[in-house]
Nanobody, 123 residues
């Protein structure tokens, strides 16, 4: 079975930082784009970051550019999300997801996704 196990969420103060990680298994890791989307209570899902499988190009939502960064390690079959200068509006459950390529990811056309990890930014 496909597994996308995300961890690293928690409670952090405004301006603080967190690093999320995701371990993938049960699929050809390096043949998929992989990224993160988030969903806050009462809100629609929002794509946050995506890393392409082909050339490793990284793409970010405008709301997190300059604050978040993502990287993948195909040997370890992991992807992480470094979140800096956190704001209250970053509070959400963050999900790790795979897609055929990032153009699909940004349309929420995921091949699969994990259980997510909760991030709460206090204010």
């Amino acid at each position: 079975d496909v597994q996308l196990q995300a961890f690293g969420g928690g409670l952090v103060q405004v301006g603080g930082f967190l690093r999320l990680s995701c371990a993938g298994s049960g699929f050809t890791f390096d043949d998929h784009a992989i990224g993160w989307f988030r969903q806050a209570p009462g809100e629609e899902r929002e794509g946050v970051a995506c890393v392409m499988n082909k050339d490793g190009a990284k793409e970010y939502a405008d709301s997190v550019k300059g604050r978040f960064s993502s990287s993948r390690d195909n040997a370890k079959k992991t992807v992480d999300l470094q979140m800096n200068n956190l704001k209250p509006e970053d509070t959400a459950v963050y999900f790790c997801a795979i897609a055929i390529r990032c153009s699909y990811f940004w349309r929420a056309e995921y091949e699969d996704w994990g259980q997510g990890t909760k991030v709460t930014v206090s204010s």
